[in-house]
């Protein structure tokens, strides 16, 4: 059990192993947040008195208590317009053009289970997950918010979703409703978000929070590559061992918006939701809206112990079917060793050095359909082309078949390109304002994915595909920012639903295609890391990293990932050198340690490998295969800062402590150099550790404390890795 209720104090209490979640509706009905933090088995409201503080109006029913504020007191879901002036969580226009909400506490009740939104991705759990539910209303106007939690006791796991009600007569219009809405009254703290740009994703930095709002968002209808739906909040002497943190991640791709407020008295509001610009929602009467899923973790072991957290409910409650946590097939994607300019034979000269080396699965990438010979034209036109591939897919893919090897294909189903059949038949179909140019990007328009018409079409060429050819992947990519919503089938006062019905979409898609097929493994995609989120990786267990594949910025681009992310779902290749996107030159041992952090494949023409780069890659091979239980099923440790230090390092732990891998590269060797001492984490100080290769025994406690001596380096980008196995004497 993980939900203690008072029902004489109204005090709400969610227990997880380590944590603990406080709510109380105090005597007028409001909803207070009490305490998110460490296990503390005693009602903490006792901390939250309040003096008059100026300018901080008194809601009526406080009556001559001026101490008595919304704009001071830490709220569980705060609301606009009735006094409380920090974020606000849930903005609602109603019927007579007021925009006032007052939420009280209307009643409360707790399932067993982990409660689910409808058509929606969130975290699912088993028996043992709870749900409470509470419901709050404002009385005036007849709407009701549904607080839901979902707890994952054990894994030391919150979500957070808001059902809104309409019991008042009128439509109501919702210009903003967020998932979570997180008072923390005490301490001072600091945020982690996520920023980059295309190709350099997922940059972590960290900063004291400023008086005033701090916010990370996206408005492009995607969760971008600019800024990630998830954050941080640590105390300042937090590292990655010891300290407090707080995360949140957003189980959503769209746009979304992240704010945190430091207020006047030091008190600190996160809130994560759908992003309010360019959102509306029409509520009828009688209508509800349910808001997506945020989760959260708190840890006061420091930023480790918050990822572990983090990627465990992602590989274990959030993504799904037969690749959750099963082995992931090595792949070779032909997309930089070919682009577009590729046929059957080419395609099958690939496979079959690939086969020779011990490579699982042949991804074909974009260029196998329609008139596609660049990225001008094309999409949407999901059929074949023969005179590439000649003798259509099902002679291609039994030719694959027959070199041991399966096959996957890339699919981009959300485009359109002018210059496409699709297009000349069902311009209607594409995402535009009429009267005004659109913008393109990457040459190409979208599709209004909120339509039945469009997601029926895409579902019936893609299954004929897939039907077509014993297809074992599908790479979904998606390559631009979403501009000019407008949809032909919505009215006037529903276009600002377009955003988040285009999700709705989306995901309806996605559920059919990976029902229908189970055996398939769905790759995500969006101009590599423009879209990676715990929303995709609900349908897809793993998710192209990032379009940059130059071993290097890799390390930067997966170890600001890692914080957030499991290495299983992040796709991660050896590409050719010089790099494609840096022109850098890194060995091909260091390009495939990088690679190993994630679900490993190669992207490049294995044929202009010199013999001994060949035996190399067969030799990764077994090695990945040797230790890839280990690293998609181990503890994560970052072990150095990439972005500060001269060295990448990272190590696999496994969870019984047996075993230890240790990754990375040093990025420059000078000359006459101190050899790296590298401390471990998470071992077991009192056992003894045998390095492979050697005879070397050291303890837990030697190498956490005093670290490892690391071999020296030769050249630039030297590869590390040191394997450890503990040993009875
Ligand atoms: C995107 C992807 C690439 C590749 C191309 C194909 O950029 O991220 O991996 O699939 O599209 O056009």
């Not at 506490?105 to 289970?113: A, R, T």
């Not at 010199?610 to 040797?626: G, L, M, P, T």
């Amino acid at each position: 059990m993980s939900v203690y209720i008072d029902e004489k104090s109204r005090l709400f209490c969610i227990r997880t192993n380590n944590t603990e979640y406080q709510m109380k509706a105090d005597e007028y009905g409001v909803l207070k947040h009490i305490w998110y933090g460490k296990k503390v088995g005693s009602d903490m409201s006792y901390l939250l008195e309040y003096p008059d503080v100026g300018f901080s109006g008194n809601p009526y029913c406080a009556g001559d208590d001026r101490t008595y504020s919304l704009n001071t007191l830490p709220l569980e879901y705060s609301c606009e317009g009735t006094g409380d002036y920090r974020i606000s969580a849930l903005s609602v226009t109603h019927s007579d053009g007021s925009n006032a909400l007052d939420l009280r506490y209307k009643s409360h009740s707790v399932k067993k289970g982990k409660y689910s939104i409808k058509g929606l991705p969130a975290v699912y759990g088993d028996s043992e997950a709870e749900t409470l539910e509470i419901t709050l209303c404002d009385t005036a106007s007849g709407i009701e918010v549904v607080l839901r939690y979902g707890v994952l006791e054990k894994l030391d796991i919150i979500t957070r979703s808001a059902v809104i009600r309409n019991n008042g007569e009128k439509t109501a219009v919702i210009n903003k409703a967020a998932s979570l809405c997180l008072d923390i009254p005490f301490g001072d703290w600091e945020w982690i978000h996520f920023h980059g740009r295309h190709t350099m994703e997922r940059v972590p930095e960290r900063a004291p929070l400023f008086y005033g709002i701090q916010e990370s968002s996206s408005t492009r209808g995607t969760s971008s590559h600019q800024q990630n739906p998830s954050v941080i909040l640590c105390s300042p002497d937090c590292t990655e061992q010891s300290g407090e943190c707080i995360g949140a991640f957003f189980v959503y791709s769209g746009s979304f918006s992240t704010k945190i407020e430091y207020d006047q008295l030091r008190q600190t509001r996160l809130t994560m939701g759908i992003n309010p610009e360019l959102f509306t929602w029409n509520l009828s009467a009688g209508e509800e809206f349910e808001t997506p899923e945020a989760v959260i973790t708190y840890s006061d072991n420091g930023l480790s112990q918050l990822s572990h957290n983090f990627h465990r409910v992602i590989r274990e409650n959030i993504c799904r079917g037969k690749y959750k946590l099963a082995e992931r097939p090595i792949l070779i994607n032909n997309w930089e060793a070919t682009y577009f300019d590729f046929d059957e034979e080419k395609i099958l000269a690939i496979a079959k050095e690939a086969s020779a080396l011990g490579v699982d699965m042949l991804v074909l990438d974009d260029g196998w359909f329609g008139k596609r010979d660049g990225d001008t034209s094309g999409l949407g036109d999901w059929f074949v082309n023969e005179n590439k591939i000649k003798g259509g897919l099902g002679k291609l893919v039994e030719n694959v078949k027959a070199l041991g090897m399966r096959f996957g294909i890339w699919f981009e189903p959300e485009m359109i390109s002018e210059d496409s059949y699709l297009y000349r038949a069902h311009p209607d179909w594409a995402i535009q304002i009429p009267g005004r140019q659109p913008m393109r990007g990457r040459y190409q328009l979208l599709l209004d994915m909120s339509r039945k018409d469009v997601q029926d079409y895409l579902y019936g060429v893609m299954c004929d595909i897939l039907r077509s050819a014993d297809i074992s992947y599908i790479k979904w990519d998606m390559n631009r920012s979403i501009s000019d919503w407008y949809s032909a089938e919505l009215p006037p006062e529903r276009q600002g639903e377009l955003p988040h019905r285009y999700m709705l979409g989306l995901y309806s898609l996605l559920e059919r295609l990976t029902s229908e097929f189970p055996d398939v493994l769905f790759e995500g995609c969006s101009g590599g890391g423009g879209r990676f989120d715990a929303g995709m990786l609900y349908y897809c267990p793993q998710i192209w990293c990032s379009d940059d594949t130059d071993a290097f910025e890799r390390t930067k681009i997966q170890y600001g990932t890692s914080y957030i992310y499991p290495v299983s779902a992040v796709g991660s290749h050896v590409s050719t050198v010089p790099n494609h996107q840096t022109g850098r030159i890194t060995p091909i041992e260091t390009r495939a340690i990088t690679a190993m952090a994630g679900s490993f494949g190669y992207e490049l023409d294995l044929g202009t490998l010199s013999d001994d780069e060949k035996a190399d890659v067969e030799k990764q091979i077994k090695k990945f295969k040797k230790y890839g239980s280990l690293i998609h099923n181990g503890k994560y440790y970052r072990l150095s800062d990439p972005l500060k230090d001269n060295i990448a390092a990272w190590e696999f732990a496994a969870e019984d402590g047996s075993e230890i891998l240790v990754q990375g590269m040093i990025f420059r060797t000078e000359p006459n150099m101190k050899r790296y001492s590298l401390k471990l984490a998470g071992l077991e100080p009192q056992a003894l550790y045998k390095m492979a290769g050697t005879d070397e025994i050291i303890t837990g406690s030697a190498l956490m404390k005093g670290g490892i001596l690391l071999p020296a380096s030769w050249g630039d980008y030297s590869p590390v890795e040191i394997h450890l196995v503990r040993t009875e004497n």
